[in-house]
């Protein structure tokens, strides 16, 4: 704990601790010291993480990287954060993200940007971490935590993983309580651990699982031992290739990063054959009226009463000011324009032809992946992400779409349920991790924990 502290003190300029708790660190490495030397191993005795900024963690402040929770701190724990402690997690600080969880780079975020600690070979151009979990992937790649939470709505754990050359899972929706994390799109939205291992993530998303009946879509299923599922013995497995990943416009690196992935699993015994998800193409257009909908009644709540930021009001303002000026104070423009494109496709006149036609093309993609599993694939091969980390700015352009093409691989998985694991594979012509997404079926951790196991 004291290493990681040092190491936090000396990387402030990747800017992925947005709030630091040494103190609170120092009491629970005590505390974990204290149950070793009494005879208890609890599984994260002492370990020590940081927390992405989305969690709520009592007494701390947890903004979710946004002004309008400007000053908010929670009266109660996360589930999730909550089960890391009681197995022994020490807690360093909390993490940078794109506000609300909303970007794929770390650049909506009101503190600022985090930095990827890599850099193209003889190039110091600053890179994005991905994002949103962004502060999460760039504290673990830059050794200043063991471990850290990220939650994944469209591809937040899996995207900053591959930029940073870290392994991350979004478990099966369900596995984990979404109890005390600020709410997202909440029919997608899953948290799952980030690390530098396979088995690192198998021990920590263990301790994240939980039955929990303070949400509802938690699952009473028993949480089985994902690090004794990893033997690294994948033989007479199915890996499915989805035809319809291979996009147009996809650099030929990702193609050959691919190829070998195919090479690695069918060299340890597996079986490779080539699948198709016909409704791909579909993905993201469903995934970006779907998860703004939802984000516009989950972010109604902030209205200057309850939580956080409220403006200050001029002479004569009443409510209806005071809930505009606060809402247009305290969210930044990603999060404006997710609520109005939420706003609209949920409008009266608009409900049938985009969310209710973006409902039905989920239920398809899910059919897709059903059918594929129900002919013995076991688990699907694809790239994480269509290129290595961007420059910091690049993609920051005028045309937003241009980000949300970031995606294309990660939000189906979102869309389907299914547990995604994304793990380093390689590195780029300029020398930057590169990373290959496995794509499970539903509950099946363990195996898919494994088959990455085997790529690693
Ligand atoms: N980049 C996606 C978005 O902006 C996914 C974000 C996430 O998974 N939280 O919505």
Known sequence: ????????????????????????AMQQAEAADARLKGGEAPALCGIPLGIKDLFCTKGVASQAASNI????????????????????????GKLNMDEFAMGSSNETSAYGNAVNPWRREGDE???????????SASAVAADLCLGATGTDTGGSIRQPCAFTGTVGIKPTYGRCSRWGIVAFASSLDQAGPMTKTVRDSAIMLQSMCSHDPKDSTSVDFPVPDFEAALTGDIRGKTIGIPREYHMEGIPAEIEQL???????????????????????????PAYYVIAPAEASSNLARYDGVRYGHRATLAAGDGITEMYEKTRAEGFGSEVQRRIMVGTYVLSAGFYDAYYNRARKVRALIKRDFDEVFASGVDAILTPATPSAAFGLGEMKSADPVQMYLNDVFTVTVNLAGLPGVSVPAGVDKQGLPLGLQLIGRPWEEGDLLNTAYALE
């Open 258 to 284: 691919w190829t070998r992935g195919k090479e690695m699993l069918a060299d340890a015994g597996a079986k490779v054959v080539d699948i198709s998800l016909p409704h791909t193409k579909y993905a993201l």
């Open 125 to 135: 151009t600053p890179l994005t971490p991905g994002g949103s979990s962004g502060g």
């Open 1 to 24: 704990t004291e290493a990681c502290l040092g190491a936090i003190e000396g990387a402030g300029a990747l800017n992925a601790f947005v709030h630091k708790t040494p103190e609170i």
């Open 69 to 92: 929770l400007g000053g908010f701190k929670p009266e109660y724990e996360s589930t999730v954060t909550g089960n890391l402690f009681a197995d022994g997690a020490v807690m360093l």
